[in-house]
Each structure stands twice: as C-alpha cells, then as structure tokens.
C-alpha cells in the first residue's frame, strides 16, 4: 500500500529554530533518502513553494478567475511530500518517524487510494 | 497464441525448475536466481529466432549453469577471503533433464516465504522467482517505479543470499501457510485492482491461479492448497460480472449470474467436494465453501444463506479476525433479517482491528438499509465512503448513500 507522508510547515516554528537545527533538518532529508531507497520503499518526493508563490484558480475554461496566495490563510501548510509504498500503516508511521525534524514539524501520513503517471504503468521497454 | 507467448509462457512454467535445479546443486539461492534470470533472457531473444531446443528446461539449466560459473568467478574476485562463502558444488545432484525435471516450485515457494522478509518483499520474490516475472512487470502490477521494485528484490535476496533448500526445516507448516498467504494476496491485488484490465499489466489473479494450481498438483493431498485453488477460482469466476459497463461495482445480488464462468465454478466445486469428504477443514476450503453456496444459487434470492451461517461460525471457531464476524452478520442479517444481524454486528463493531475499516459502517448501513431507517443508513454509508481506501468501493457507496435520500418533501 502507498501512503503520502506529507511535512507540515509551521513557518512561526521554522523560523524559531537555530541555524544549525535547520540545517540538520534539510540535510537529513538526503539521509532519509538514502534509507528508503535501499528498502525498496521510496516512490518519489517532492518540496513545494512558499504558499505565497501559490495561485488559486476558480471557474470554467473561458471563465476563469486567478487569485494570488493560498486558498485559505493557515498556519501550517504542506511542505513537501514523500511516497512510500511499504507492508503496513504501521510501517507507514515507522517511515514518518524517520523524516528528520518531526520534534519540530509533525508529519501526516495518509494512504494513497489511486496511482497514475510518473511511468508507471506503461509498456516494458526492451 | 503467437509465437513468443508460446516461449514466454514456456519460460515462465520452466522458471522455478531451472532455479530448482541450481539451487539444489549449488546452494546460494540469490546468486543462482540471477543466473536463472539472464538465461530466461538468453532464451526470450534466442527461441523465437532459433526455435525451442528439444530439452528446454535442460538448455535453460546448462546456460544458467555457465552464468553461475561467471557470477562465482566475479564474486570471488571481489571478495576473495570469503573463500568459506564459496558455492558448494554439490556433485550428487542428479543430472537435469527434460523427460523427468524435478519441480521445486513448493521449495522456492517455502524459501521465498522466509521469515525474515517483509510481505512486500516476499511477493515481489515470489513473483520473479517462481513466477519467473521480470523486475519491470512486477513494478508495473504494483505501480512502483522499476528501481523501487529491483531494491526490494535484490534486499530481498540479500536477506536470505546463502539459503539453501534445506532452511525451511521446523517451521515448515508455518512457511507453507504464509506462501499461500502470498499468493492469496497477490491474487486479491489483481482481483481489486482499481485500474481495470491492462495490456500492459501483468494478470496477477491469473498469475496467482497458475501457481496455486501448480502447487496443488504437487501437492494433491493437502486440503488447503485445494481449498485455496477452489477459492480463486470461483472468486475469479465472477470477475466480469462484477461491474457494469460504466465501471459501477455490483454487488453480487445485482450480477448477471449468465456472466459467471460457470466451467471454473463446476472444477472449483468438485475439487472442493472432494477436498472437504477428506478434510481436514481450514479456512481456505471454509472461504471456499461459502463462495461455492453464492455460486449454486440460480437467483439470489435462492441463496442459502443459512448454510452461509453455519459456514461462517465454522470459519469464527478457526480464526482470530473480526473480519470474518462482520460478514457473518451479514449473512445472519439475510437468514434470519436484519435486527439479527445487527446484533452480531454489535459484537464486533468496537475491535480496535477495525478502527480505521470502512466495512463496519458499510454493514451497518446495509442492514439498516433493509430495516427501512434510511437516515441512519445514509449517514452509515457516507461515514464508510469516506474511510474506503478502494476507489470503485467509495463509489459504490455513495450511490448507495444517495439512494438513501429522503425524497425532498420528507425533510423536516
């Protein structure tokens, strides 16, 4: 089973820790990598933007509204993600443990009920 | 058949022998199954150019054979003070050959059912290894990209490199009922699998059916191995009765019953008479029996469902799951009506196994559905919609919900 384990950014919290602790956060991520990989675990990651880079789209081809900034103001936003694809949610939590900095910006975890692109399911090539 | 399905599938059922045939020989299962693997490759090219050798099974052992050499070679260059580590060359192996190839499918089955492995792990080695899968088709059936798929096999193998045969000593019983637990599991991924039928997929229901049948021809006289055969075939056996043409899932009560493959319902029942007159009962022969009850039935509402009852407290007395109690409340819901089934439902609704399940709702729903309390079905079926992790399911359910609706002029 996949699950999205999904980083919440809390900027006030962010920008309360130490230099160091920052950097011990952002560079474990490669760690963690690193780990998940070698399980035969990892399907993909991402980091997303600040939500101020966000733009929210309403409406119809042809009557179409853009706002800028996020869809709702929030103090915690997504961060980034991770896709495992592991034997159990309980393994699923265990893998979220191990997201560097969790003390600080807890992670969510939720299952993946439908998979499509990145080339999965496409012809062997030979 | 085209040709080259002709050699794949020849590959394919030839697959656990040649690895058979190493490993018993050799020993040091991981390398031996990387041998085995470039020789199926050297046949997939070689075959449909040259044609099939005479012996293919003996072709394939002899080129795995030649790969193995090379791969030792290599890895003794790269380690050479593991010298304890080399391959026992085990020169009393009989010699391999096509008229009487050893089938060790049930010992490739038990080793790729270690202990020491995950479930997904197990699976995927399952696969390649008895199956004769490649790494890409394996990923594609799971949806993980190919370098996820090739980590978790080649962990795997690492887990368990220098196994032989003869691990699976005392534990024997215990590895025999995880392997079919595989294979039940790599049958159920293909049977729910949300994204329909795929050229570019690997069938893994019929994958699953092909090795349990097999398994069953070895072993004729175990009951659960039949049972389990007779499961997946009578479960299969709904499959294109299962949704309409847009994809909608029906229950079974909705299916065309002129749509079930009645030939593999007919085997799936006579193996399973001859299996239950033999005994003894498992839970799989039990499963069995209860889908072979649904199947009999020429109308649903010819359903048996008192025999379901009973199979179904058979099935309790055996098993520790909450599972099997919720679907004996259904049953119990449609034999004696639906406060019954409540009542049993009642019993179970607060396992902590169940916390995070939809079906709970889902059965409640159902029985309050016939009770007549539409407003308290819905909110059930919502509340199980919301929590299903199974697309068309979720689905199913909101339609359900929706037709639960009190019609405008009811609202308060």
């Known amino acids: 089973m996949k699950y999205l384990l999904i980083i919440q950014m809390n900027p006030e919290v962010w920008e309360s820790l130490s230099e160091a602790e920052r950097a011990e956060i952002a560079g474990g991520q490669e760690g963690f990598m690193e780990a998940i990989t070698a399980t035969g675990e990892m399907v993909g990651t991402h980091a997303l933007a600040d939500p101020s880079q966000s733009a929210v789209v309403r409406g119809r081809p042809g009557a179409v509204t853009v706002t800028d900034g996020p869809f709702l103001e929030a103090k915690e936003y997504m961060g980034g993600f991770y896709v495992v694809d592991c034997e159990s949610r309980e393994r699923a939590h265990e893998l979220a443990a191990m997201i560097p900095g969790t003390d600080h910006l807890p992670v969510e975890v939720r299952p993946v009920i439908f998979t499509g692109g990145y080339g999965l399911g496409e012809p062997d090539t030979p | ?412």
């Open chain 2, 1 to 412: 058949m085209t040709a080259d399905r002709v050699v794949e599938d020849l590959l394919r059922s030839s697959a656990p022998q040649v690895l058979g045939a190493l490993v018993r020989r050799h020993g040091r299962f991981a390398l031996c199954e990387d041998a085995v693997q470039e020789a199926l490759l050297a046949a997939a090219t070689a075959w449909p150019r040259d044609g099939v050798p005479a012996e293919p099974v003996g072709w394939l052992v002899t080129v795995a054979g030649r790969r193995l050499t090379d791969l030792q070679r290599t890895e003794h260059a790269r380690r050479r003070r593991e010298d304890a580590l080399a391959a026992r060359d085990r020169g009393d192996a009989p010699p391999v050959t096509d008229a009487d190839p050893a089938d060790d499918t049930l010992e490739l089955l038990l080793l790729c059912a270690h202990p020491a492995l995950s479930e997904p792990s197990r699976i995927a080695l399952t696969l390649r290894a008895v199956g004769g899968l490649r790494t890409g088709e394996i990923a594609r059936a799971f949806l993980v990209p190919e370098p996820t798929m090739a980590q978790r096999i080649s962990r795997a193998k690492a887990t368990i490199a220098d196994a032989g045969f003869e691990g699976a000593g005392a534990d024997r019983d215990e590895r025999l009922a995880t392997a079919l637990h595989v294979l039940y599991v790599v049958f159920d991924e293909g049977y729910t699998a949300t994204a329909g039928p795929s050229l570019t997929r690997v069938d893994l229901t019929a994958e699953a059916i092909r090795l349990v049948r097999r398994l069953h021809r070895l072993l004729p006289g175990d009951a659960e191995i039949a049972g389990l055969l007779a499961l997946m075939l009578l479960t299969d056996a709904r499959r294109d009765a299962r949704v309409d043409p847009d994809g909608r899932m029906l229950t079974t009560a909705e299916q065309d019953r002129a749509r079930w493959d009645h030939a593999a319902i007919a085997e799936a029942t006579a193996l399973l008479e001859r299996t239950l007159a033999t005994g003894p009962l498992g839970p799989y022969q039990l499963q069995a029996a209860i889908a072979a009850v649904h199947a009999e039935a020429a109308t649903d509402a010819d359903t048996d469902w008192a025999q379901i009852v009973v199979l179904y407290d058979l099935l309790e007395a055996r098993s520790d799951n909450p599972v099997v109690t919720l679907n004996r409340a259904v049953a119990v819901g449609m034999a004696r009506g639906p406060r019954d089934g409540l009542e049993v439902l009642d019993t179970v609704a607060d396992d902590p196994r169940l916390r995070r399940s939809h079906r709970p709702d889902a059965v409640r729903a159902h029985l309050l559905d016939r009770l007549g309390e539409r407003a308290a079905a819905r909110e059930h079926y919502l509340r199980a919609a919301r929590a299903a992790l199974n697309q068309a399911e979720k689905r199913y359910l909101e339609e359900r919900a929706s037709r639960t609706s009190p019609p405008p002029g009811e609202l308060g």
